[in-house]
């Protein structure tokens, strides 16, 4: 079991900079990939950063790339997502994510995560 908790969500002009954080409890997370989602109203959550268990590759979307940065603390047990700069296009609920026992293939497959934290609301102003 792990549990998810997101932070760091906000208002942020087009062009800022913002940092969203996970904090994980259980006893799993170690064994854990993770992964950052997001999603609008309407439509289906998409696939925006994953990291592997220790941290040794990286993944994202392109529309994301060169502009977020995915990092993971296993001691600490957080997985933040640092974000610049920022487009309205941006805006949406992120969710921490967390898989286990998977390849990396399935890391950017929601329904491959088998735990997800409640979502926080980033919206970016144009």
């Known amino acids: 079991q792990v549990q998810l908790v997101e932070s760091g969500g906000g208002l942020v002009q087009a062009g800022g900079s913002l940092r969203l954080s996970c904090a994980a409890s259980?006893?799993?997370?170690?064994?854990?990939?993770m992964g950052w989602f997001r999603q609008t109203p309407g439509k289906e959550r998409e696939f925006v950063a994953a990291?592997?268990?220790?941290?040794?590759?990286?993944y994202y979307a392109g529309s994301v790339e060169g502009r977020f940065t995915i990092a993971r603390d296993n001691r600490q047990a957080t997985v933040d997502l640092q974000m610049s700069s920022l487009k309205a296009e941006d805006t949406a609920v992120y969710y921490c994510?967390?898989?286990?026992?998977?390849?990396?293939?399935?890391?950017?497959?929601?329904?491959?995560?088998?735990?997800w934290g409640q979502g926080t609301q980033v919206t970016v102003s144009s």
């Open positions: 990291i592997t268990w220790n941290g040794d590759s990286t």
């Open positions: 259980g006893r799993t997370f170690e064994r854990s990939a």
């Open positions: 994510a967390a898989q286990i026992g998977r390849t990396a293939s399935a890391m950017r497959r929601m329904r491959e995560y088998d735990y």
